[in-house]
T-cell receptor, first 112, second 115 residues
Framework: GENVEQHPSTLSVQEGDSAVIKCTYS??????FPWYKQELGKRPQLIID?????GEKKDQRIAVTLNKTAKHFSLHITETQPEDSAVYFC???????????FGTGTRLTIIP | EAGVAQSPRYKIIEKRQSVAFWCNPI?????LYWYQQILGQGPKLLIQ????????DSQLPKDRFSAERLKGVDSTLKIQPAKLEDSAVYLC?????????????FGPGTRLLVL
């Protein structure tokens, strides 16, 4: 089955700096890669996703890049703000299968 | 648009007791998922329904966990009997059925503590 690894497990950045979280996946058939943000005690919320036919997607301060050859994808947050502090999860889904496999999460702390 | 609803939000039980969780997906979403999220970990899929049929329950501990979605809308997840290691947040999610990958929307979760 699919295996998703996520790094780092914790990340602290100064407000205004950029943050990068990386994930690798094992199943070359995976074709959909969402990122979820989960604030303490709240539900995971989709912040951005990318499909395998695209190499990069951007939404304001958030971008995701995908390298299918290397089987890794990354979340980039620019101009970080205190409200970006949360746990971020990557996930991967295989073609023909609705099942999402999640990474172990990255706790991002923005230092004011 | 109303989101995924879950109840109860919190539950404390003793080990060997039974517990049930309820989920109502977003209207029109044919696919429903139950996840278990242990503290400090990512959500792990327990079971996936499409309408009232089970698509994937490979990670459901079937000796103690059961789930149903009899009318293809809301769903219940039951644990009987509970163990200490079942302490977790149980998340329900739903998605449309389409030709490609569809976004999963999560409910607020039920936080279970087994003592």
């Amino acid at each position: 089955g699919e295996n998703v690894e996520q790094h780092p497990s914790t990340l602290s950045v100064q407000e205004g700096d950029s943050a990068v979280i990386k994930c690798t996946y094992s199943d070359s058939a995976s074709n959909y890669f969402p990122w979820y943000k989960q604030e303490l005690g709240k539900r995971p919320q989709l912040i951005i996703d990318i499909r395998s036919n695209v190499g990069e997607k951007k939404d304001q301060r958030i971008a995701v890049t995908l390298n299918k050859t290397a089987k890794h994808f990354s979340l980039h947050i620019t101009e970080t703000q205190p409200e970006d502090s949360a746990v971020y999860f990557c996930a991967a889904r295989s073609f023909g299968n609705e099942k999402l496999t999640f990474g172990t999460g990255t706790r991002l702390t923005i230092i004011p | 648009e109303a989101g995924v609803a879950q109840s109860p939000r919190y539950k404390i039980i003793e080990k060997r007791q039974s517990v049930a969780f309820w989920c109502n997906p977003i209207s029109g979403h044919a696919t429903l998922y139950w996840y278990q999220q242990i503290l400090g970990q990512g959500p792990k899929l327990l079971i996936q329904f499409q309408n009232n049929g089970v698509v994937d329950d490979s990670q459901l501990p079937k000796d103690r966990f059961s789930a149903e979605r009899l009318k293809g809308v809301d769903s219940t997840l039951k644990i009987q009997p509970a163990k200490l290691e079942d302490s977790a947040v149980y998340l329900c999610a739903s998605s449309l059925v389409g030709e490609g990958p569809e976004t999963q929307y999560f409910g607020p979760g039920t936080r279970l503590l087994v003592l």
